[in-house]
C-alpha cells in the first residue's frame, strides 16, 4: 500500500476490512480493533460468524451468499460481539470480488443510532398505550355516568307513582278514579319497569358478550311469531310514540333458532325505531329469501350520517347526544352480536333524515330440521 492509502486505511474511523469468502478476514484496520476490542490477529483467526449476534447470524448467511455471487451490499446491519461481551451494531457497505475470493467492506458503528431508534419506538409505544388507556378510562367514566343516569331516571320516576298510587290508596281517590286513568297510572308503571327490565337485561347482555358466554339455546322458532310477541308486548311504548306499524309477516318462518336472542334483536331494533322513527310509521317484513330468513325494520325517521353507519353497531357508540335522546349505545351492539353468534348478518342502510332500514338476515333452517 502506498503510504496514503496506508494512511487512509489506518486513521479511518470507520471500520475497513478486506475479508476471504471463506469467512476470515484477511486484513483489518485499527478502527475495526478498537471497535471490538481485540487485537487484529484475534479477528482473522476467528470464523466471521463467531462474532456475530446469534440472532443476526441467519440473515448474515443470506447476505454472505449474495456477495459470494458477486452483489453487493449496502445499509445491511448486524451486532458483533466486543471483548468486553457487549455488542455494538455495524452498518455494511460492501463489494465483493470473487475471482480474487474476496470482499472490500467498510463499516459503520450505528450503535447510538440503534439504541435512539428503540428509545423513540418504545416512547411511541408507551404513548400509543397511555392514549389507548386514556380512552379507555374516558369511555369507561362516559358510560357509568350514563348508566346511572339511564338507571336512575326510571327508578325516580317509580318511585314518584308510587308514591301518588300510595297517597291517592290513603286519601281515597284512587278508587273514584275513572278506570282509563288507572289504567295510565298503572301503563306508566309499567312502562318505566320495562326500561329498567331492558337496561338491567343489556348491561348483563354486554358482559356476557365480552366474557364469551354467549350459548345459544338452539331451537325450531318462528320468526313471524316473535316478531308479533315483541310488538304486543312493546304495545305501551308504541301507543307513547304514536308510530303506526305496518307488518308484512310471511307465515311461520321457521328457522333454528334462540328465540329469546332473536327477540332481544327484534326489541332493540324496534325501540330504535320508535326512539329515532319520529313517530312516522314504522315498517316490519318478515320473509325468506334463498337460504336466509330476512327480517326489516324500517323507520322514516332521523336517519344516520354515511360515517357513522358502521360504528353504530360497537359498544357505547352513538350518533344522537343523550340530551336529546335516552340510551346507551348496546342496543344494536347486542343485535349484531346475537346475529352474528347464529351465523347471521346486521346491517343498515340510511340517509340523513330520510330514516333507516335495518335489516338482519338469519341462515334459514332446513325443512328437515324445523
Ligand atoms: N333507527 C335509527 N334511526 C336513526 N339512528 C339510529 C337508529 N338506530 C340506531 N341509531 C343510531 O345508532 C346509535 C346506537 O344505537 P343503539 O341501539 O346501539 O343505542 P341507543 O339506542 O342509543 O341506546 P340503547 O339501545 O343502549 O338504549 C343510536 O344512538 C343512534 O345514534
Ligand atoms: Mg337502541
New binding site residues.
Partial sequence: MSSDYEDLFNFSLDILCINGLDGFYRLVNPAFEKLLGYPADEIKAKHFLEFIHPDDRASTREEMKKRVNGRHTKHFQNRYRRADGTYVWIEWTSFPVPEKGVMYAVGHDITERKRAEEIRLQLEQEKAARIEAERGIEVRNDFISIASH?LKTPLTSLTMHTQLINSMIQDGTLASLPQDTQQKLVDLTQRQLNRLT??TG?LLNVSRISAGLVMLDLQASDLSQIVQNVLESSRIELEKCGCLIEAQLEPRLMGIWDSSRVEQVVT??L???M???KGRPIRIVTQTDGGVARLL?Q?Q????RPE?QAR??ER?????P?KT???????????HQFVAAHGGTLR?K?ALNK??T?IAELPLATREQA
Fill in positions: 339511564e331492558n337496561l343489556d332493540n331494533l325501540s330504535n325505531a326512539k329515532f322513527g325494520v323507520d325517521g332521523l336517519g344516520i357513522d353504530i353497531f357505547f357508540e352513538r350518533a344522537v343523550i335522546h335516552e340510551g346507551l349505545g348496546l342496543g344494536l351492539y347486542i343485535a343498515v340510511s330514516g333507516s335495518f
